[in-house]
């Protein structure tokens, strides 16, 4: 998201107008433009809102993000990875629709250990572009390694062991 100018709460929720009584089912689906305005606008929110590079959030063919701070990739395809439709995005992300379900349903596919986005969705937006704190009991939580707001110390990226080879010099008997 660098580069980007913060997305305030009014135009979050401003996009979700012309699109609520479709995701309802009481009217037609609107114009691709104000869908993809809405999905684009809702997942950079999103991706604002929990920054980082450890989860791709693809809503085809509108938009790709990447949130939740953790273990980046750089190259092909992400360990994690959350996909779904316009309409199925659009229905989490206003709370229309509960994570549990849409998985359940076959309608978000969801893979990599950090792609669960139930404790962020619905989007709740505030009148502050800040990060929300990412502990469900509101408070930030403080990872030992890294002294940066993360998930509680158990689910941190930082506090699991490294896997493979040790980096460094190697000792020979």
């Keep these: 998201m660098a580069g980007t100018a913060p ?4 135009e979050l929720r401003a996009v979700f107008e012309p699109v609520g009584t479709w ?7 609107p114009p691709r433009a104000v869908v993809g305005a809405a999905v684009k606008t809702s997942a950079r929110w999103l991706a604002q809102q929990v920054p980082g590079r450890s ?3 693809r809503v ?3 938009v790709a993000v990447q949130c939740i701070e953790g273990p980046r990739h750089t190259r092909g395809t992400p360990p994690n990875v959350v996909e779904t439709d316009a309409a199925t ?3 989490l992300a206003s709370g229309r629709l509960g994570w549990d379900g ?11 250990n950090r792609a669960d986005l139930s404790s962020l969705l619905p989007l709740r937006p505030s009148d502050s572009t800040e990060p929300r704190p990412l ?4 408070a930030q939580w403080e990872c030992r390694l890294s002294r940066r707001a ?3 110390p158990s689910r941190c990226c930082t506090a699991r062991r490294p896997r493979g080879r040790p980096r460094g010099p190697t000792r020979t008997r």
């Design 7 to 10: 997305i305030p709460a009014d």
């Design 23 to 29: 995701l309802d089912g009481e009217a037609e689906q």
């Design 55 to 57: 989860v791709e959030l």
């Design 60 to 62: 085809p063919p509108h």
């Design 89 to 91: 995005w659009l229905r």
């Design 102 to 112: 849409a998985v359940a349903a076959g309608k978000v596919t969801a893979s990599g």
């Design 135 to 138: 502990a469900a009991d509101g």
């Design 150 to 152: 993360r998930r509680p």
